[in-house]
Structures are given as structure tokens and as C-alpha cells.
């Protein structure tokens, strides 16, 4: 079965401060791993995926299939990252995203 | 930048009634979804379209759901008769053919079943 894990429902921090919003994944083949940011009143966004490898608006994810995690980082957060942020996991077959409960990160000042 | 739009932003409705949620997808896109996000809960994924037919559907769409393509640009999701537990957000997706794994969202319908 695929199942995608954030442990956090709520992750504060202060700004300047690191960020890690943790992801863990259950899946026996080769998924695809997403990174999805809802800002306020706004939609449902891709952030980054794993095959990319690239860094978008300072945050990296790596994909580490030893621990099937795959934990979103930054290393400064800042206010503007204040959002509800998902993973989410592709199988190799069909198109569907498997989502995870999302982890919502306040930046404070 | 092209988006997925949907139509309307909120729905109430009286339980037992059918309501039908339209999405226009992004022109080129071929491929076509509805997830749904109940209060508090994960979001959910309900059906998948292509080539004018269901290509995969949860167990959550069920003979009360329908999907169709009328038209070269609208997607909807019909509820033929409505239940208090299908209040939820409601989000339709499309994917590009040449980067089928990156999904794009609509704002979401809001449906609140009274």
C-alpha cells in the first residue's frame, strides 16, 4: 500500500531559523516524491520533486530510500514561507498522488 | 501562466440533491482529476481521466460519482445524490502529457451538504 507520513501537524519556528518538515513514506517500488505548499487562500502549488534535485525558494529535499524519507529543508525560514506544505508520493504506476496530512510551518518574527 | 480553474468556489447544497463541480484544465493538458479534502482530514485522491474515460478511481468514487468531458475544455465531477459525509473540499487537477507526475491544481470548491 502507498502511505505518506508527516509527523508534524504544526511546526513553528522563528525567522532566520532552520527548517525540516519531516516525510516518510511507505512504497515497495520506485515512487516519486513531491513537495506541494498551499499558501493562504491560495492553491494547491508544486514546490519541488526528487528527480529534479534543484532547489526552489531555498528549500531542498532529498530523497533517501534506506529511511524512505524524504524531509523538506531550509536553512534560514523566513515570514513568506509561513504555508501548510505536503509530500506526496507517486507511484510507477498510474498517475495518482498519494498525499500526507501536511505539516503547517509559522514562521515567526 | 495558464491555470485549472473551478466552478464554483462554494456549493450548498440539501442532502439527496445532485450537484455537479466544474474545472476547466490547462488547454494542452491530457490528463484530469478529482481529489477531495474533508475537513482536517488528508487529501484525497478520486478519479483520474484520459483519453475520455476513467483510467483509475478510488474506492471513494463510487455509483454517486460520475466524471465527464463534455467539451473541449470543461471537466466535472457529479454527485447524484448528496450525503452530509461528502461536505469537503473539492480539487481538480491536470497534467501536462510531457511531465505526466507534476500536477496541477485548481482553487477547489468548497461543498457543503445541508
Known amino acids: 500500500a502507498q502511505r505518506v507520513t508527516q509527523p508534524e501537524k504544526l511546526l513553528s519556528v522563528f525567522k532566520g531559523a532552520p527548517v525540516e518538515l519531516k516525510c516518510n513514506y511507505s512504497?515497495?517500488?520506485?515512487?516519486?516524491l513531491f513537495w506541494y505548499v498551499q499558501y493562504s487562500r491560495q492553491r494547491l502549488q508544486l514546490l519541488l520533486r526528487h528527480i529534479s534535485r534543484e532547489s526552489i525558494k531555498g528549500f531542498t529535499a532529498d530523497l533517501n530510500k534506506g529511511e524512505t524519507s524524504f524531509h523538506l529543508k531550509k536553512p534560514f525560514a523566513q515570514e513568506e514561507d509561513s504555508a501548510m506544505y505536503y509530500c506526496a508520493l507517486r507511484g510507477e504506476y498510474g498517475n495518482k498522488l498519494v498525499f500526507g496530512a501536511g505539516t503547517i510551518l509559522r514562521v515567526k518574527s | 501562466e495558464p491555470e485549472v480553474t473551478q466552478t464554483p468556489s462554494h456549493q450548498v447544497t440539501q442532502m439527496g440533491q445532485e450537484v455537479i463541480l466544474r474545472c476547466v484544465p490547462i488547454?494542452?493538458?491530457?490528463?484530469f482529476y478529482w481529489y477531495r479534502q474533508i475537513l482536517g482530514q488528508k487529501v484525497e485522491f478520486l478519479v483520474s481521466f484520459y483519453n475520455n474515460e476513467i483510467s483509475e478511481k478510488s474506492e471513494i468514487f463510487d455509483d454517486q460519482f460520475s466524471v465527464e468531458r463534455p467539451d473541449g475544455s470543461n471537466f466535472t465531477l457529479k454527485i447524484r445524490s448528496t450525503k452530509l459525509e461528502d461536505s469537503a473540499m473539492y480539487f481538480c487537477?491536470?497534467?501536462?502529457?510531457?511531465?505526466?507526475?507534476?500536477?496541477?491544481f485548481g482553487q477547489g470548491t468548497r461543498l457543503t451538504v445541508v
Open positions: 487537477a491536470s497534467t501536462d502529457p510531457r511531465r505526466t507526475s507534476v500536477a496541477f
Open positions: 512504497y515497495s517500488g520506485s515512487p516519486e
Open positions: 488547454s494542452n493538458h491530457l490528463y
